[in-house]
């Protein structure tokens, strides 16, 4: 069983930084894409980030320039940092990855850590 444990989530005052990490342990699966997704209240989750095994990336374009999408596949975890946070960033990040376990790909969610942007 696969499980991603997501960290870092926390209260920022706008303009500040943090960095979420995802991490998928065991040795008994190869990763591809991994992603961070948001859902603010009263909103629908929505894509954030995501970077390929190849290390190709992709933003939205209200991240971009701001939010850094990185991965470590030895330790087979994925990290968003997030510089110059705003109010509207204010939501519980999802990390999300393809996964294979043996022959078998399938779809993994963490369970999402809050990042609250507020003075």
Same mark, same amino acid.
């Given at each position: 069983?696969?499980?991603?444990?997501?960290?870092?989530?926390?209260?920022?005052?706008? =303009?500040? $930084?943090? @960095?979420?990490?995802?991490?998928?342990?065991?040795? #008994? #699966? +190869? &990763? !591809?894409?991994?992603?961070? #997704?948001?859902?603010?209240?009263?909103?629908?989750?929505?894509? *954030?980030?995501?970077?390929?095994?190849?290390?190709?990336?992709?933003? @939205?374009?209200? *991240?971009? =320039? @701001? #939010?850094? &999408? +990185? @991965?470590?596949? %030895?330790? !087979?975890? %994925?990290?968003?940092?997030? !510089? $110059?946070l705003k109010p509207e960033d204010t939501a519980v990040y999802y990390c999300n990855a393809d996964i294979f376990v043996g022959r078998v790909l399938? !779809?993994?969610? =963490?369970?999402?850590?809050?990042?609250?942007?507020?003075?």
């Amino acid at each position: 069983q696969v499980q991603l444990v997501e960290s870092g989530g926390a209260l920022v005052q706008p =303009g500040g $930084s943090l @960095r979420l990490s995802c991490a998928a342990p065991g040795s #008994f #699966f +190869s &990763i !591809n894409s991994m992603r961070w #997704f948001r859902q603010a209240p009263g909103k629908e989750r929505e894509f *954030v980030a995501r970077q390929t095994s190849g290390g190709s990336t992709n933003y @939205r374009d209200s *991240v971009k =320039g @701001r #939010f850094t &999408i +990185s @991965r470590d596949n %030895v330790k !087979n975890t %994925v990290y968003l940092q997030m !510089n $110059s946070l705003k109010p509207e960033d204010t939501a519980v990040y999802y990390c999300n990855a393809d996964i294979f376990v043996g022959r078998v790909l399938d !779809n993994y969610w =963490g369970q999402g850590t809050q990042v609250t942007v507020s003075s």
